[in-house]
T-cell receptor
Framework: NAGVTQTPKFRVLKTGQSMTLLCAQD?????MYWYRQDPGMGLRLIHY???????AKGEVPDGYNVSRLKKQNFLLGLESAAPSQTSVYFC?????????????FGDGTRLSIL | GDSVTQMEGPVTLSEEAFLTINCTYT??????LFWYVQYPGEGLQLLLK?????DKGSNKGFEATYRKETTSFHLEKGSVQVSDSAVYFC????????????FGKGTLLTVNP
């Protein structure tokens, strides 16, 4: 049972380069989320999706784009990477039923922008 | 808006010591409350949850009680182990149509043998 899988696990980019982070879940969850984790800041929501074909902005969406073409996948794109986007990125998913369900997290992608 | 405030770390304890990590919240309505744990190099794992006032969540010797009157959800463990060393996050979900979690900033716990 894989749960939530993120690829890649590590990546180093140069300023201005683009890349896509992939999140895949095998639990048939409706909701998916992208967070970034920075020291002393906790987790901050970048974008989220409440179902296939839908996306919405979170707390810190600037500089990122997302797509949810398939229910099981949620992609996070950086069009022109900046050093301020150096962070650890986490994907999470959640079943649709009720607000008392937990979110399930992947192991993260550690991204450095030089 | 919703917010979660948890005690700042780092917290350093000796093995078998008692642990308390304070968490207070501000939310509209009746949120569900969660504690997540993050071990080094890993993602967040749900540790325990409580969905209504006076509920007690428990798991792996950890406990937390949903106190609506004090808007608190403090994490406790009677006897910590070295393996409990991790970052602990308090979080709430106030419901609505998107079920977003609001996280505290995390508390680093180090347990020494």
């Amino acid at each position: 049972n894989a749960g939530v899988t993120q690829t890649p696990k590590f990546r180093v980019l140069k300023t201005g380069q683009s890349m896509t982070l992939l999140c895949a879940q095998d639990m048939n969850h409706e909701y998916m989320y992208w967070y970034r984790q920075d020291p002393g800041m906790g987790l901050r929501l970048i974008h989220y999706s409440v179902g296939e074909g839908t996306t919405a902005k979170g707390e810190v969406p600037d500089g990122y784009n997302v797509s949810r073409l398939k229910k099981q996948n949620f992609l996070l794109g950086l069009e022109s990477a900046a050093p301020s986007q150096t962070s650890v990125y986490f994907c999470a998913s959640m079943i649709r039923v009720g607000g008392n369900q937990p979110q399930h997290f992947g192991d993260g992608t550690r991204l450095s922008i030089l | 808006g919703d917010s979660v405030t948890q005690m700042e770390g780092p917290v350093t304890l000796s093995e078998e010591a008692f642990l308390t990590i304070n968490c207070t919240y501000t939310a509209t309505g009746y949120p569900s409350l969660f504690w997540y744990v993050q071990y080094p190099g890993e993602g967040l794992q749900l540790l325990l949850k409580a969905t209504k006032a006076d509920d007690k969540g428990s798991n792996k010797g950890f406990e937390a009680t949903y106190r609506k009157e004090t808007t608190s959800f403090h994490l406790e463990k009677g006897s910590v182990q070295v393996s409990d060393s991790a970052v602990y996050f308090c979080a709430l979900n106030s419901g609505g149509s998107n079920y977003k979690l609001t996280f505290g900033k995390g508390t680093l716990l180090t347990v020494n043998p």
